[in-house]
C-alpha cells in the first residue's frame, strides 16, 4: 500500500506517543500491585481490570499512534471513526479498568473531587460534551484545531476527559448519593444520542465538503506537515489528499458522517441493553425479596 511506503517509521508508528502509552502502564500497574498497600482499604488488582486497562491502552495507540491516525489526515471518515472511538469506547473501558480505591485516592484531591462534582451533574456532563463534540466539528473550528499542534492535542485531551465525565454517569465506579436510576439512565442515554444529531447530519447532508483540512492542498500540506514533519513531508512531493483515496471529497464526507453515528448508535445500544438488563435484574431481585418476607396475620377483634 502507498502510504506505507512513503511515510517514514516515526510517522506511521509514533514511537515518542508509544513510549508515554508505556510509562503511564508501568504507572499503573506500579499503583494497583507495587504500591496499593499506600491507600485505604485498597484490593487486589483483578485480571479484568488489568485486561481492560490494556484494551484501553491498545485501543488509544491503535486511534492516536497507529497509521490509523495518519489516515485521519488523509480521509475525512478515517477521522471520524477514530474520534468517536476515542470518546465512546474507550472512556467506559478506561473508567471500568481503575480500581474503585484509586478512584477514591484520586478524587480525594480537593480541586480534582471539585471538578468531578460539578462536571458528572448530569445536565453539565451533556451539556460539556455534546458541547464540545460539536463545536469541534464547525469547520472553521476543526480547520484552525488541526493546523495547530498544541490547540488539536489539548482540544482531544479535554474532549476526552469531558467524556469521562459524560460516561462516569453510566458505569459509575464509584457509589454516589444522586446515582442516575434505571429508567433515568435511558433517558440520558437517548438525550446524548439526540444532541449529537446535529454534527452529524451537518456532516452527512452538506452540498459540499466542510473541511478546507481536506479540500484545501495548503491548509492540508500544513496540517500534514504537522503530521510527519516539515522536512519529511517537503520531501514528500505530495500535492492533496486526492493521492490516497478515490473516494470524492464530498462522498468521504458524508461516509465520515454516517460511519461516526452508526459506531456512536452501536455502543450506546450495547450500553442500553445493559442497563435495561440491571433494571430487570434488580426488579426481580427487589420481587423476591418482597416474597420471602413473612406475612403476619391481622389479628382478630
Known amino acids: 500500500m502507498l502510504i506505507f511506503d512513503i511515510f517514514s ?33 485498597s484490593e487486589p488488582l483483578t485480571k479484568q481490570q488489568a485486561g ?24 475525512f471518515y478515517v477521522h471520524a471513526i477514530t474520534m468517536v472511538l476515542l470518546v465512546f469506547l474507550v472512556p467506559p473501558i478506561f473508567i471500568m479498568s481503575v480500581p474503585p480505591w484509586l478512584w477514591r485516592g484520586f478524587l480525594s484531591i480537593k480541586p480534582v473531587d471539585a471538578c468531578f462534582k460539578l462536571f458528572t451533574k448530569p445536565v453539565v456532563a451533556v451539556v460539556t460534551f455534546n458541547g464540545l463534540f460539536s463545536f469541534y466539528h464547525i469547520p472553521i473550528i476543526f480547520d484552525n484545531v488541526m493546523q495547530n499542534r498544541f490547540y488539536h492535542g489539548g482540544y482531544q485531551i479535554l474532549l476526552f476527559i469531558a467524556a ?3 460516561w462516569w454517569l453510566l458505569v459509575p465506579p464509584l457509589p454516589r448519593k444522586h446515582d442516575l436510576s434505571g429508567i433515568k439512565k435511558v433517558a440520558y442515554i437517548f438525550i446524548n444520542g439526540i444532541l449529537i444529531t446535529p454534527s452529524c447530519a451537518l456532516i452527512i447532508f ?21 503530521c510527519v514533519g516539515t522536512a519529511a513531508f517537503a520531501n514528500l512531493n505530495l500535492s492533496g489528499p486526492e493521492m490516497f483515496s478515490s473516494m470524492p471529497l464530498l462522498y468521504d464526507q458524508r461516509l465520515g458522517g454516517t460511519v461516526m453515528k452508526i459506531i ?38
Do not use: C
Not at 481492560?52 to 480521509?75: E, N, Q, R
Not at 465538503?209 to 506537515?225: F, H, I, N
Not at 435484574?281 to 396475620?297: G, I, T, W
Open 206 to 226: 452538506a452540498d459540499n465538503p466542510l473541511y478546507a483540512t481536506y479540500s484545501d492542498p495548503t491548509v492540508w500540506g500544513k496540517v500534514m506537515s504537522l
Open 164 to 166: 469521562i465525565w459524560l
Open 264 to 301: 456512536q448508535e452501536v455502543i450506546y445500544s450495547v450500553i442500553l441493553a445493559k442497563v435495561f438488563f440491571e433494571w430487570y435484574r434488580k426488579d426481580q431481585e427487589e420481587s423476591e425479596h418482597l416474597l420471602k418476607q413473612p406475612v403476619n396475620p391481622r389479628p382478630i377483634d
Open 52 to 75: 481492560l486497562f490494556l484494551t484501553s491502552m491498545v485501543l488509544i495507540y491503535a486511534i492516536k499512534g497507529s497509521p490509523l491516525d495518519l489516515m485521519g489526515h488523509l480521509m
Open 9 to 41: 517509521f516515526k510517522a506511521l508508528w509514533s514511537p515518542y506517543f508509544l513510549l508515554v502509552l508505556i510509562a503511564l502502564t508501568i504507572g499503573y500497574f506500579l499503583l494497583t500491585v507495587k504500591y496499593r498497600t499506600r491507600f485505604q482499604n
